[in-house]
């Protein structure tokens, strides 16, 4: 059964830093692995969408990279702000189905 | 281009009562699902269907059913509410590994 743990559970940095969440996941079989956002109350923002053949993707600040065989991937955000303070969630695609991880809540301090 | 569509987005039941959690995408895809969020547990697979017809059971099924009748639409049934299904309710409908989410239905059961 694929499960996915997401490191660390929450995180504190003051603003103007560049941070890391990491991803971990245990079956390497996966199609594609999504990066999400949530705003407290909200829904999820898709951030970003790794597909099984590459290793990385980047939108603006953001970077995410993919080691299937290490069943890792990490979301690099640069130089944070306050508007990034959310919960970050990591998922893994096993065909269509979304295994989600516990999430990243991250808070950035003006 | 609404894509999906999630309605009510706050419902507060009684133990006992039932309802429908409605779902509509207008993307055409065939696969959809329904996801439950608990504090600090992620995104957990309740059911899925893989096109008009076909449904199936998710990793915490019990106390809900699904029907497919047409592509679009795609509820999500509690005959008997209880406290412990008290969560926030998200609805997908995706197409080659790539998964698009409703906002969300938060649902409250006293």
């Known amino acids: 059964k694929q499960e996915v743990t997401q490191i660390p559970a929450a995180l504190s940095v003051p603003e103007g830093e560049n941070l890391v969440l990491n991803c971990s996941f245990t079956?390497?079989?996966?199609?594609?692995l999504q990066w999400f956002r949530q705003d407290p109350g909200k829904g999820l923002t898709s951030l970003l969408l790794i597909q099984s053949s590459q290793r990385e993707q980047t939108s603006g600040r953001l970077n995410a990279s993919l080691d299937k065989s290490s069943g890792r991937s990490t979301l690099y955000i640069a130089a944070s702000q306050p508007g990034d303070s959310a919960t970050y969630l990591c998922a893994v695609y096993d065909g269509n189905k979304l295994v989600f991880g516990a999430g990243t809540i991250l808070r950035v301090k003006s | 281009n609404a894509g999906v569509t999630q309605t009510p987005k706050f419902q507060v039941l009684k133990t006992g009562q039932s309802m429908t959690l409605q779902c509509a995408q207008d993307?055409?895809?065939?696969?959809m699902s329904w996801y439950r969020q608990d504090p600090g547990m992620g995104l957990r697979l309740i059911h899925y269907?893989?096109?008009?017809?076909?449904?199936d059971q998710g990793e915490v099924p019990n106390g809900y059913n699904v029907s497919r009748s047409t592509t679009e639409d795609f509820p999500l049934r509690l005959l008997s509410a209880a406290p412990s299904q008290t969560s926030v309710y998200f609805c997908?409908?995706?197409?080659?590994?790539?998964?698009?989410f409703g906002q969300g239905t938060r649902l409250t059961v006293v």
């Open positions: 993307m055409n895809h065939e696969y």
């Open positions: 079956d390497s079989a996966i199609y594609n």
């Open positions: 269907s893989v096109g008009a017809g076909i449904t």
């Open positions: 997908a409908s995706s197409q080659d590994t790539e998964a698009f």
